[in-house]
């Protein structure tokens, strides 16, 4: 019975990790969906990234549909990929990734103006992103938030440099082995 058991986790856990090479490769709202459904669903001895990159798909889907659908009702999907990396980070207090994306979906918040308080949420956002490289170096989504940022005080050179870094580092970074490489599509390098 324990070794049924043990074949069924690690199956689990295979899976998971075939469905995270199909963050970059989504390109519907349903695709972000269905990829949502198969972390949220799974069972796991690591909970923790099931719920990490949960969040990342709603975050992802949330961002598709800012470019593709603004009318669409973005708050729901925002919000709910925030509970789960705050789930993630409770049990990952100073893993950088999870500090990132948090700074990623709080950042989204102010740009889908969900927020009530745009300066406190901008507060959030620095204080994750902070956390996150204290630990991350070369970050490809850390670049995009860091040129994200620029945009919206209006420093579109600063941006631009960003961008193409984030670019960069998404074709050149070799992610280690259990590290995220998610996000390709944030700026259109897929």
Do not use: C
Not at 108 to 131: G, H
């Amino acid at each position: 019975m324990a070794g049924s058991l043990m074949n069924a986790q690690f199956f689990s856990d295979q899976t998971l990790q075939q469905t995270v090479l199909q963050l970059n490769t989504a390109k519907t709202e349903n695709d972000y969906d269905m990829l949502f459904s198969k972390f949220s669903e799974a069972k796991t001895s690591e909970k923790w990234q099931a719920n990490y990159y949960a969040a990342a798909a709603l975050y992802l889907k949330t961002n598709f549909l800012l470019k593709n659908s603004p009318n669409s009702p973005l708050g729901d999907p925002n919000e709910s990929a925030r509970k789960l990396a705050m789930q993630a980070l409770a049990s990952e207090k100073n893993n950088g990734e999870v500090n990132l994306l948090l700074a990623l979906i709080h950042f989204q918040k102010i740009r889908i103006k969900t927020t009530a308080d745009p300066k406190k949420e901008l507060k959030t956002v620095t204080s994750f992103m902070n956390k996150a490289e204290t630990t991350l170096k070369n970050n490809p989504r850390l670049s995009f938030l860091k040129a994200e940022m620029a945009e919206k005080q209006g420093n579109k050179v600063e941006a631009i440099k960003l961008y193409q870094k984030a670019a960069q580092e998404f074709e050149t970074s070799t992610p280690s082995s259990g590290s995220p490489s998610w996000g390709k599509q944030l700026i259109g390098t897929n």
